[in-house]
């Protein structure tokens, strides 16, 4: 694998202030992403997957969340603190980024050709034919069809799974080293899921780009990641291949959440739901945050467990103390 | 015995006012021809993706919205010419529960007084009966005794969920029609949920129409299953074998699209092209032919008819020919 990652984020802690107070939503989150690879962000509601990637495109609010620490490097450059005309010249070119909902970032007045053609004309210096070319161009890779007869349409015109084909078209066109996808699939029917996740497949290892993943469903991992983190209350609890996580999940609440899914490929018997619930961002606990829920708390858990290597495996790595050790390395 | 509820050829049709102004009037067809029984104590999924007429069929079944034609037998008793004092009396007995329980909830009301609602509009019971059937209900579903006197916007969307179930418990009803009762919630609090439904199925023998565009979780909460696209049920049988032995090439492509969390069942990228036709315009003939792998020139002129491959299994495709009648 190469091994200049094409993204690193450094020890990220990312806060936000409530009632007067600054409470981490992501704390000491450290991975990288190398070219032509998926990593998957995993978690529920409220574990920091969505902040990781608002971190990384400098978009966190400033009315009340900031960047505590860490850095977000890309080809050698801290982003974090860029000044904000630098920052946007990187978004949408070398990091781009689709979202849930399409409509939230596409102009509703404007055709989607012509909003494909003005993100070239901002971030490259093709010519206004050469910009429509390369437009036209994006939207049949993405699989539209009769691309050039719907490159005038508005995007009410287009289902949700084209519109999704829209934005990924928009974040290709300026050949992004990064691509930010953020639950890009959760808003869509499983039938036009399938095919979305299979363009993006297809379209990474085309353009070598590097991708992170983020979403909450583990089933879609399977599917798309080669690496995965996954996240619980603000720290990365455990990070693996895709093979590994999903042969061995170490973690207790990687383990648990997996066996609280209900599978159509056979029948499961007995769901063993997660008692309790993710503690508030304002009362977190000091040591493991999962410990509460945990069924295999020891005394030790009271202190935060550090996220150590597998004995056996040194790319598998986890935060807990029964699992994973790591007293002794400390 | 008697079925618990049995929907016979519902239709429904919405008229809708399309292009600049509205001036355009079209129909779309959500619910065409749509057949099934659920037994007493039986959960029974409904699963399609959006627009398949799935939570249509659901609220048609309570009368929530009006059906242009068809019969819903509730114990064998009409629903669809029952009059309003009969009306009355059967939603007391069949209940519905939504996705987002948020919104079902009264913001400004405590929680004990929205549950107790129905009660009072039913006359069953004086106030101290009713406070101590609202508490019985809570701790059913696992709430704390302190939620009656509590606001919803000071529950969590998983409890929120429990409220709303308990809501549609309180007149003990005998059929529940639960619209995607888990689509909202992170994977840890949905099993919580299931678990929790399961459970009251089990100890009160609650009849579920369960809606749920969720294959996993229709494996694992129904026993009958029936798969739904433009309308029309296209599959319906038992679930580990609609599941594991899809017949319709719609439910073929359903089942390989949904993800399952293991790599080494990937979903299989040579995925269903095409999408969900509009359902303002259904192609003729099978719905699905323009985007089936199977697609014969028969698929373009005619809908399959209904075959009943065994005793308790059914398809709609022209795969599959009626057997000859024995000689």
Redesign the interface.
């Known amino acids: 694998m190469n091994s200049a990652p094409a993204l690193a984020v450094e020890a990220l802690t990312t806060e936000f202030r409530i009632e007067g107070r600054w409470h981490a939503a992501v704390r000491d989150v450290s991975f990288a992403v190398t070219r032509n690879e998926t990593l998957a962000l995993v978690g529920?509601?409220g574990c920091g997957k969505s902040i990781t990637a608002l971190s990384i495109m400098g978009l966190v609010p400033k009315a009340n969340g900031r960047i505590k620490s860490g850095r977000v490097v890309l080809d050698g450059r801290d982003l974090v603190g860029l000044p904000e005309a630098q920052m946007e010249k990187v978004r949408g070119g070398a990091i781009a980024m689709i979202f849930q909902e399409p409509m939230t970032s596409l102009n509703p007045v404007l055709p989607v050709g012509f909003q494909i053609q003005e993100t070239l004309r901002y971030h490259t210096s093709l010519a206004p034919a050469q910009a429509r070319a390369r437009a036209l161009e994006l939207l049949s890779h993405v699989k539209i069809p009769s691309a050039a007869r719907r490159f005038g349409d508005y995007p009410h015109q287009f289902?949700g799974?084209?519109r999704q084909r829209v934005m990924i078209a928009m974040a290709l066109a300026c050949n992004p080293r990064i691509l930010l996808a953020d639950e890009p699939t959760t808003a869509l029917?499983?039938?036009?899921?399938?095919?979305v996740?299979?363009l993006l497949?297809e379209l990474k290892s085309e353009y070598g780009m590097a991708m992170l993943f983020i979403t909450?469903?583990?089933?879609?991992?399977?599917?798309i990641a080669d690496r995965v983190a996954v996240m619980y209350a603000g720290d990365i609890i455990e990070m693996a291949s895709?093979?590994a996580l999903?042969a061995r999940p170490t973690h207790p609440y990687t383990e648990?959440?997996?066996s609280?899914?209900?599978?159509?490929?056979r029948?499961?018997g007995?769901?063993?739901?997660?008692?309790g619930?993710v503690p508030p961002i304002t009362s977190m606990p000091q040591g493991c945050r999962y410990a509460d829920r945990c069924p295999l708390r020891v005394a030790q858990c009271a202190t935060m467990p550090p996220l150590v290597a597998l004995a056996d495996d040194a790319t598998h790595r986890a935060r807990c103390w029964v699992r994973a050790g790591g007293a002794a390395l400390q | 015995m008697t079925a618990l509820l049995e929907v016979r050829n519902l239709v429904k049709t919405f008229a809708v006012r399309r292009g600049f102004m509205g001036g355009d009037r079209a129909t779309v067809h959500a619910l065409s021809d749509v057949s099934f029984t659920v037994e007493q104590g039986e959960a029974f999924g409904l699963v399609g993706e959006s627009g398949c007429g799935k939570s249509t069929a659901g609220r048609a079944i309570l009368r929530l919205i009006e059906a242009d034609s068809g019969r819903v037998l509730f114990n064998g008793e009409n629903v669809h010419d029952a009059d309003a004092r009969q009306l009355r009396r059967l939603r007391r007995r069949m209940q519905i529960v939504f996705q987002d329980p948020y919104s079902s909830l009264n913001p400004r009301r405590t929680i004990g007084r929205t549950l107790g609602e129905p009660m009072r509009v039913h006359g069953l019971g004086s106030p101290r009966e009713i406070a101590a059937r609202v508490r019985a209900v809570l701790a059913e579903v696992g709430m704390p005794s302190d939620a009656a006197d509590k606001y919803p916007h000071e529950f969590s969307g998983g409890q929120r969920q429990r409220i709303g179930i308990a809501r549609a418990l309180v007149l003990e009803p005998e059929l529940i029609v639960a619209d995607e009762p888990v689509s909202a919630l992170d994977v840890s609090i949905q099993a919580q949920i299931l678990v929790l439904l399961r459970g009251l199925q089990e100890r009160r023998r609650l009849g579920f129409v369960f809606i749920s565009h969720d294959l996993g979780v229709v494996r694992h909460f129904c026993r009958t299953v029936a798969v739904m696209y433009l309308g029309r049920i296209v599959e319906q049988g038992r679930v580990p074998q609609i599941f594991d032995e899809p017949l319709h090439p719609y439910t073929r492509a359903l089942r390989a699209a949904s993800p399952v969390p293991d790599p080494k069942a990937r979903v299989i990228m040579t995925r269903l092209e095409g999408e969900v036709a509009s359902a303002l315009a259904p192609p003729r003939g099978c719905h699905f032919h323009p985007r089936c792998p199977h697609a014969m020139p028969v698929c373009r002129e005619t809908y399959p008819p209904w075959v009943q491959v065994a005793a308790d299994r059914g398809v709609a495709c022209h795969l599959y020919p009626a057997p000859a009648a024995p000689t």
Request: charged content about 15%; glycine content about 4%.
């Open positions: 529920e509601s289902s799974g084209m029917d499983v039938t036009i899921q399938a095919q996740l299979a497949a909450h469903n583990l089933g879609v991992v399977a599917s895709v093979d999903f648990a959440l997996l609280s899914i209900p599978r159509v490929d029948h499961a007995d769901l063993k739901p997660i008692a619930q």
